[in-house]
């Protein structure tokens, strides 16, 4: 396991503790303990990333009042949420659950995460990421990523009055998530080499930035993000309960730990009684933690070239991966890669239901359809799929590997497609 250097910021006082009232950091392999602050995401003994744990003892959610107030999205969970002084919002969260109805036979429901403003659930994690950076008067947003953190940073960033600057893979990533960051006003810079290069150039910065707390970062190793991001799992209770399965899209692997922590959060507040079983999939290309599953390894097997269709998950060192493997080991479940052509085929099937998802949601359809085929999932489970980005993020993926186009100049033509 790499050693990270872990920097916990030189911020004090009451603004910061308030904010972090009820967390305590935990360091889930040595179990060290540690006071929250904004910067401090990795264990100064073992390295490894802390949980944010939340003392529900001291949370009383009042299920009616969230109930009235859904459509404020994410921050009607604000109870068990970082309690900032200023939030940066554009209502997201709040995203439909819809059960599929014609391409399966299952009882199978689609988390429409594509809905959010940026079109992507990352919009959950940055609301809350960036309303910290604000409340404690950073300046500057710093993120890697492969397309959606950078759209999401970009927006929120420029709704809280903050810089942003963003590192992606040059070429690497779909064009609509580019032309979002740019549009939403971010310095992009391109740099050569995947997701992985980019993130490390970043954390190497802002090594150098040292405890100069203007710079905030919030890629997935700030565990503040995901706070926000497991407020899909409260959302998923309050429309159908606890389902027998979720499954999700895995990169860097911070989102299917957050799910799966918003769900632990629900049965520790006597919510459920009862666990769904946490399915991750990967890409064949770019399946480090998945193919480690298969193989009966303890870690993963790390690769410098991911490849894949599916570029918002092409991720070869996904640095939340033991976050992600005790999700799904303690929740019972499992790891599976698809291929870029199931990904593509699921794609479609979702595009019969009128639902649009980019390349990297679609593996969930894909790993669904692969799972009932060879026994493992049956008709009556019932299965959600976390959709986490929306299909116009990747245009060009769409018309040169779904499309079915004509071209006529006749109304006989055209009645011959009618047939
Ligand atoms: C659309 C989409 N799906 C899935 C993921 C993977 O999420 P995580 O990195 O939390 O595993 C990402 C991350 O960029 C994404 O953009
Ligand atoms: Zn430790």
Redesign the pocket.
């Known amino acids: 396991m790499p050693r990270r250097s872990c920097t916990s910021g030189d911020l004090s006082g009451n603004k910061i503790a308030s904010i972090f009232r009820r967390y305590t950091l935990v360091?889930p392999?040595?179990?060290?303990e540690y006071e929250p602050t904004p910067f401090r995401f990795c264990?100064e003994?073992?390295?490894?990333l802390l949980d944010a744990v939340l003392d529900l003892s001291r949370v009383s959610i009042d299920l009616e009042h969230i109930r009235r107030n859904r459509n404020v999205g994410v921050w009607a969970f604000r109870d068990v949420l970082p309690q900032v002084s200023h939030v940066v919002s554009l209502r997201e969260g709040n995203t439909p659950l819809l059960k599929l109805e014609n391409v399966v036979d299952g009882k199978v429901y689609v988390k429409y995460e594509g809905l959010n403003p940026t079109g992507s659930f990352k919009d959950r994690g940055m609301t809350v990421g960036v309303s910290i950076a604000k409340s404690i008067g950073a300046r500057y947003i710093i993120v890697a990523s492969t397309g959606n953190t950078a759209a999401s940073a970009a927006a929120y960033s420029s709704r809280g009055g903050l810089s942003c600057l963003v590192v992606v893979p040059h070429g690497g990533i779909a064009k609509g998530k580019l032309a979002q960051a740019v549009l939403y006003g971010a310095k992009v810079v391109e740099v050569e080499g995947n997701f992985d290069r980019a993130l490390s150039l970043v954390l190497d910065t802002l090594r150098k930035v040292g405890k100069d707390n203007l710079v905030y970062l919030l890629n997935s190793v700030n565990v503040w993000r995901l706070e926000g991001q497991k407020t899909t799992a409260y959302e998923i209770f309050l429309d159908i309960g606890v389902p027998d399965y979720v499954i999700v899209p895995v990169g860097n692997a911070g989102n299917i730990y957050a799910i799966w922590k918003g769900f632990m959060e629900l049965r520790e507040l006597g919510l459920i009684d009862k666990m769904p079983r946490m399915i991750g999939v990967q890409a064949e290309g770019a399946a480090p933690i998945a193919y480690a599953w298969q193989k009966g390894l303890s870690e993963p097997l790390f690769t410098d070239n991911p490849r894949t269709v599916a570029s918002a998950i092409r991720i070869g060192r996904p640095v939340n991966w033991y976050r992600a493997w005790r999700a799904v080991v303690r929740s019972g479940g499992m790891f599976l890669t698809v291929s870029d052509e199931e990904i593509i085929e699921a794609q479609k099937l979702l595009g019969k239901e009128g639902i649009a998802v980019e390349p990297a949601s679609a593996t969930t359809l894909a790993a669904y359809v692969k799972l009932r085929e060879s026994g493992v999932l049956e008709r009556d489970d019932v299965v959600v799929l976390i959709a986490t980005g929306h299909g116009l993020k990747d245009p060009d993926i769409i018309l040169t590997l779904n499309a079915e186009r004509y071209r006529v100049s006749e109304p006989e033509d055209l009645l011959k497609l009618l047939a």
């Open positions: 360091c392999r040595c179990g060290r264990c003994h073992c390295g490894e």
